[in-house]
């Protein structure tokens, strides 16, 4: 996880009325992958993209949230399957200088009352996202690991991802969405 929150990272949170330390870690691993996926394909990663793949789960009355993956919508592998112990290995983060941006929109304690969003279907969102959504999806389920693995190695992530997917736009959109990720690399 880094800090500070993007916009994507932040709207989300605040969507499920979740704090941070609230998330199991491989949720963090599909915001953060699903972010590199998105940023392949030149898209700003969206809240009602994500939540067309995932649905949020609590577990009982624990205060732990997860992302799970919508059977056959799949889009990542678990990062890591056992993480034992996690809940009790945080740290705290603070800063002198009051940015009032990134503590905008989500919770920064432990809430109860986690927004149990359900997935929400292609015909609930907009066409450009339903595309989106449809571009994703060409790819298949990747390793979550190796994927996160090369988000500063544009080569590999063409590499690995390319070989999942067939063919769906123009060698210029294929260049725009390398230049984009250069830029956001920078």
């Known amino acids: ?10 709207e989300l949170l605040t969507e499920i009325n979740v704090a941070p330390a609230q998330l199991h870690p491989n949720s963090w691993a599909f915001f ?3 972010g590199i996926l998105c940023g392949y394909f030149g898209q700003p990663p969206s809240v009602d993209v994500f939540l067309h793949f995932f649905e949020v789960k609590k577990q009982g009355k624990s205060l732990w949230v997860s992302f799970s993956g919508i ?4 889009l990542f592998s678990l990062f890591q399957q056992s993480y034992k112990g996690w809940w009790g290995k945080f740290f705290r983060v603070c800063y002198a200088k009051h940015d009032h941006v990134a503590l905008d929109g989500f919770p920064l304690y432990l809430v109860q009352e986690v927004k149990l969003t359900k997935h929400k279907t292609l015909d609930e969102l907009p066409s ?8 994703l999806a060409s790819v298949g389920v990747l390793d979550t ?19 999942r997917t067939t063919p ?3 060698v210029l959109d294929f260049c725009f969405c390398l230049f984009s990720l250069l830029l956001a690399c920078e």
């Open 168 to 170: 769906h736009f123009s």
């Open 32 to 34: 953060k992958a699903f």
């Open 71 to 74: 059977a056959g919508r799949v």
């Open 145 to 163: 690991a190796e994927l996160i693995a090369y988000e500063y190695d544009v080569e590999a992530l063409t590499r690995y991802i390319s070989t």
């Open 128 to 135: 450009t996202d339903r595309e989106v959504c449809q571009v």
């Open 1 to 10: 996880m880094r800090l500070p929150f993007s916009g994507f990272e932040r």
